[in-house]
């Protein structure tokens, strides 16, 4: 790598990127120097991420040529070998990282796809953690990061495997001035000790670019200049990169001045709008908030500046009293802050960090609701909508749904739903956060207008400097605790330092120098040591597949509601189903209207009362009382037994027992009036033969029914083997299909797409441990089938392991091949189910044979692997199959395996469309 | 409690639900063509069972056994010998074979009263009880008709008169219909309580509201007012012009009482939805949970087969699910006729376990939001 300079790490030509009918990217031409730090700029969505993912290899090219370290990005064969040589980290804080795995756990993942051996993963995560001051915190969940530790994490990831590469998305935005200052030291560090990587990096911070040796400026998907910030500089010939950006931008973008300037409030009230005192949350042992102390004088623009997680969105929760304190207390107008207290809260307007506004209700109807809310007269609404619609100039957007507005719009909506019923106070948490700066600037020039017009107190946080400079005095906030507040100048003064940015870090670094010292350890060590050239991914390897395994059950140890459907959700379905689907009757109740009371009648009752499937309830009055008791379904059957019954017997004379039965449930009751045939027939027989002799009975032939396998016609024995293969079909793939799922829907699913683990690896190694759960759910309704339920086990047990064996993994495999279609976990859920549940249960055999079935039913059910389980299950159970009556469903199941694993491999991309 | 915010929260709920296409067809086919299909899709007790006859007689008689079996109730028999038997029904292909014994049809006519061996796959309980009760008949029919004339019988001159009431005819469609509309009822009472409730946590609006002078109570409330409206004339529509008027079913009792008890259960229902949703926190996990708790809920509430059939334990725990004693008075209302002196006891019970439930709801609301 001696020729970097020369030549172009990356290079785009002609590039056209559509999402639908939006243009991301529009005929991009691009070279990239190498052995540089390259920065993207410009405002939110102009395509900087999706110019960035097409570089990186994990977006798939529509139109134009992408050639990186070398090679056509379109030749799947090109970008396997180049991805151990490039890094990634995409945009959004901890996108590739899996929240409830640790730090060091995170790392060792990614150390495992790019093939590290154990000693070789531990020498490197040391290193890294070490390097970065992350090594006390190795232990922590991602999820429970700050914003600047993970991006650490982030970066740490992608620097595992020593890329030539670096491509970041956006690395520091939401996180604090110091940790931005100490991210960009470690990248500067690293390309100290390895001068030939390149670096490609997006931000929206202008003051970042700055120290870039060269810039691309985007906007609308395309290319408004290059250079180096210098060359933009002098070619606009304005003074900041944020000027010379707004000034490269076409004329009508631009906005109408370039300032927002903030003139000096008028009269200094002396009324307090805002107080807190000793305000304190803690979650657990986790101190969010720690004994912050302000207090806001009307009229005021009080910033509230800190990284994301350092505790401004819970100190303002507290003061809108959507949390409780810990300790401390915090007073609106003087009042303290009671959830409970609606008159406040009319005062109050708030805008919190998600956009907060129904995307289901037009902007009209959304001002409309949040006035009615808050209780205004319904005759003012009108023309207070109006009025914040003339204000807020949403005129042409009126009949409009937010979710169809561009960002900065939105926010100004979202800022006049706040406004609607003229609060006096304002709470605003990041308002800004990724508007462009034009619009950020109309945003400020509005809130400008509410204090100092208005008189409206402004409680604002931000984590951009200027806005910060804009505020009337400003707080710096970090790990839950204030560290001044002030005005912006007397800050940046106290720390004679030039910039508020400045005094900012100054200010940190104090804070932090008591915590721990800085992570001094070098950076040298983390590359030098053995600088194994980085070996072209082997085409199969375990270590990777097993690393998807890894990460596949600790994730699913942390998720308490998918690891109850794992476990136990099988058994809890198998109780409802093998209950459920009951055909037997049991303790049926009857009672008998015996007008007869004769020996004969009563022998006549005794043998229905007698018998398992009938209760007999205390006897019937009359007619009404029969009614009466078989409406409320006390009585299932009602049996009457005429006058002279036992007479008439005796004396050969026609009569007739009458039988009324309950016939809602018509399944239940045809059982009922077979059984009540069966014992009236029996009764006659036995009758018949006491006073005719046994000649009397002989009839043409004699049907002798051997019911076969389940000799008492129990339910519980037919249902319950059949109940086992749809649960070891529904669930397992239920859980593969979910597994993938989120991993698209999270968005983690990039690291598939960066890093050289192959679709098989993949798509086995997320496979792995729902076969051994699947397995283990096998055994426990195993057991639970032949104990609780006392359905006998006649079969050869290794066989039947052994076909349940290779069926898990096809249903598994099932699911995987259904997630590689679908994006979203609910829709994955509810297609999983559908595709796996009407086969399984209309054409598997469960209730009709397949042999009862026709047409592409029957076509279907020979294929199905559930139609062979379920004749395996049944045979295992009630039929005595030994190992040799088994290897047929074996064969035919396990052929089904390399077809399902393969079409999933086929159609799952290995790149984003 | 301000009455005018759980209304206007309520109406924005239903303007939600009105551009929720998914939502809406979901609501639309489970008040129509879902009850319709169910109940015109519920089987007759057989259906194309498949019966094997092994035929070692050859006679005039076994062949007219042999051509009585036919579709829709059986397959037309497969002529199969002895020794394939055995293994075609462990292999679950035959789930009767029929086994005329030689000299059948001589053993008969000469009153040797010969014997028919039928076995019985008894795995296959939906065929295998009613199935080998058709056969008997089919075959008696044949023989006796075969031999008609040939002997006077003796019986007992004893009849049984059965009758069954509430669905005479027992017509399966009667019973599909209505627990259909039941199971309807609750699953779209939990669904769109709950997804609208986490729609709102995902899009961060309810912690938007709690900040407005709104409480917990009155943005439940109007959750459970808006959605229950909804689920309330889907069921009037589905009872009225789905079950009385497109199926033809008769309803014995009070169509007001029953909608009584459909807005108490849902009631109950929505305050689970709003629960579970709490608890779920994001939208796969509640249809995780929503996979473990409505089946159970449907299937051993007494709706598809009979409490008393169960275990006694579960009896006893279903007693706590609103829909054992929905599904009580349903049956009651609608086949029995039952009044309100007699299905008071359910309405009670409903009236009870909503409130519990509406209270757990609320409890956990306030948790969730943290």
Redesign the interface.
Known sequence: MTDESARPVAEVSELTLRYGKVTALDNVSLAIPAGCMVGLIGPDGVGKSSFLSLLAGARKIQDGAVRVLDGDMRNAGHRSQVCPRIAYMPQGLGKNLYSTLSVGENLDFFGRLFGHGRAERERRIADLLAATGMSPFRDRPAAKLSGGMKQKLGLCCALIHDPDLLILDEPTTGVDPLSRGQFWDLIDRIRADRPGMSVITATAYMEEAARFDWLVAMNAGQVLATGTPEELLARTGAETLDDAFIALLPAEQRGDDLAVKIPPRSAVATEFAIEAEGLTKRFGDFVAVDKVSFRIPKGEIFGFLGSNGCGKTTTMKML????EPTEGRARLFGHEVD??D??T??R?G?M??????????TVR?NLE??A????MEEARIPARVEEMIERFDLGEVVRN?PDALPIGIRQRLSLAVAMIHGPEILILDEPTSGVDPVARNDFWRILMDLSRRDEVTIFVSTHFMNEAEWCDRISLMHAGKVLISDTAEAITKSKNSETLEGAFIAYLEDAIGQEATAPEATVSAVAKPVPEPHKTASAFSPRRLLSYSLLESLQLRRDP??L??ALI?SL??M???G???????????FAVLDRDQTATSREYILDIAGSRYFNERPPLSGYADMD?R????EL?LAIEIPPGFAAD?AR????????????????????V??Y??GM?ADW?AR??RE??GDA?L??????????????D?R?I???V??VIPLLLLMIPA?LTT?SVA?EK?LGSIINFYVTPVTRLEFLLGKQLPYIALAMLNFALMMGMAVTFFGVPFSGSLAGFILSSLVYVIATTGLGLLVSVFITS??A???AT?MLTMIPAVQYS?L??????LQGFGRVLGEIYPTSWF??SA??AF??A?GFA?QVESILAIGASVPVILGLATVFLKKQAR | MNLKNVWNLGVKELRGLWRDWIMLALIVYSFSLSIYTSSTAMPEALNKAAIAIVDEDQSHLSSRIALAFYPPWFLEPRMITTNEMDNRMDAGLDTFALNIPPDFERDVLAGRTPAIQLNVDATRMSQAFTGSGYIQQIVSGEVSEYVAGHRAETALPVGLALRARYNPSLDPAWFGAINSVIESITMLSLVLTGAALIREKEHGTVEHLLVMPVTAAEIVLSKIWSMGLVVLLGSSFALIVVVQGLLEVPVQGSVPLFLIGVVLMVFAMTALGIFMATVAGSMPQFALLMMLVLLPLQVLSGGMTPRESMPDFIQTIMLAAPNTHFITLSQGVLFRGAGLETVWPQLFALVVIGSVLFWLALRRFREFMK
């Open positions: 809108t009293g959507l949390l959830a409970r609606m008159e809260r009319h109050v708030f919190s960090q998600a956009f907060s506004l129904y995307s289901e209700l109807q609701l949040h009615r809310l808050f209780d749904l509601i998918r109850s459907m959700g809890l379905l109780i409802v189903i209950l459920g689907i009951n055909m037997d009757v049991e303790d049926l109740t009466a078989m409406r409320s379904s299932g017997i050969g004379r026609d009569i007739e027992v009458g039988a009324w039965f309950d016939g809602a449930n018509p399944t239940r009751a045809n059982t009036q077979g009540i045939q009236h006659i009758k018949t006073l005719y009397a002989a009839g043409n032939f004699e049907l002798l029914t051997r019911f076969r396998y389940n000799p016609v339910s024995v037919a249902m083997p059949a239920i979910l989120r829907e976990q609910v994955a859920l509810f189910v055999g209730i009709d044979p397949v042999s009862s379920v004749t049944r045979g009630s039929k199959f009556e």
